[in-house]
């Protein structure tokens, strides 16, 4: 992470930020807040790796952002290291129930902020790297379920706070137990393989995202996009899928792997709950194998 990381020092005292970036400069790249609204004013278009900042300041106090920040999803885990003159065990202890990772009194030395800040981020990188790992599919390495519920989630509430289309796919792979009895349990694996990266290829292209939602099917989210923009999506999938020309003997639609695809559109009508979206796809999807029809789209 080191030259990448991305530092956000928070203090009211011109002389302390300016000591602070130039002890930490050479290695990472620094922001300066005087204030914690102005960070929180920050954190709103940025991402930060790590944050320091006084606990005593005018106005908003170094707890009451370090609050704040645990409040959010999206940045409560952020390392966050309060740097303070007060020596006082009671401050101390207070930051550290709160959530801060470190506490360093001042007048500080160089030496130890910069070797504290090195440890916090090594680990940060490796708390990145297990979250990571725990939202991709082992199969497929593409997003898991996991991931799909929480992007889902943050998309619906995106959407409905400012009325921008949502629409969710399910796609699944036609007649795949039959390709699986034809060709074997390792060739499905691999089909699965190809198809979720074909898939997640196309997506993020499109700007969407796309994820394996059970055992042979998957889902894709697209924002601020009309009903017809959606169906070429779907078009394009179907697409990519049939480029890939994977030998399907045993299908009765067609010589190679193709998918079926069910849609929810939704324009402005975000009552009920995420979960029950994905119900109203699934039934897209059934409706899609009983009419034989390649994409179902539902409005609402």
């Known amino acids: 992470m ?45 991402t930060v790796d790590l944050i320091i900042s006084d606990i005593r300041m005018p106005g908003m106090s170094g707890y009451d952002l370090l609050e704040k920040l645990k409040e959010k999803q999206n940045t409560y885990s952020i390392p966050f290291i309060i740097i303070s003159a007060s020596n006082s065990y009671n401050d101390e202890a207070k930051g550290l129930e709160m959530g801060a990772m470190d506490y360093i009194t001042k007048p500080f030395s160089p030496v130890i902020v910069k070797a504290r800040v090195k440890n916090h981020l090594a680990i940060k990188q490796k708390n990145d790297l297990l979250e990571k790992l725990a939202a991709i599919d082992g199969l497929t390495e593409i997003p898991n379920r996991r991931l799909l519920d929480e992007t889902l989630t943050s998309y619906w509430q995106a959407c409905s706070k400012s009325y921008e289309p949502l629409s969710l796919f399910l796609v699944d792979i036609d007649y795949f137990k039959e390709f699986n009895d034809t060709y074997g349990y390792a060739a499905g694996d691999e089909c699965l393989i190809k198809v979720a990266q074909a898939l997640n290829e196309s997506s993020r292209k499109h700007d969407g995202f796309v994820a394996r939602y059970d055992g042979v099917r998957f889902a894709a989210l697209q924002k601020g996009r009309n009903k017809d923009q959606i169906a070429l999506f779907a078009k394009h ?64």
């Not at 991305?6 to 300066?32: F, M």
């Open 2 to 46: 080191a030259n990448s990381a991305h530092i956000l020092i928070v203090d009211d005292d011109p002389l302390n930020r300016v000591v602070l970036e130039n002890t930490l400069a050479d290695e990472y790249s620094i922001s300066l807040c005087a204030s914690g609204e102005e960070a929180l004013t920050f954190l709103e278009s940025n």
């Open 237 to 300: 999938m179907h697409d990519v899928i049939d480029d890939l020309t994977i030998p399907h003997k045993s299908s009765p639609i067609c010589a190679h792997v193709s998918i079926s695809i069910g849609i929810v559109h939704i324009d402005k009508d975000f009552s009920g709950s995420e979960q029950g979206v994905l119900k109203l796809a699934d039934d897209a999807l059934v409706k899609s194998h009983m009419q034989q029809e390649r994409v179902t789209i539902l409005s609402r």
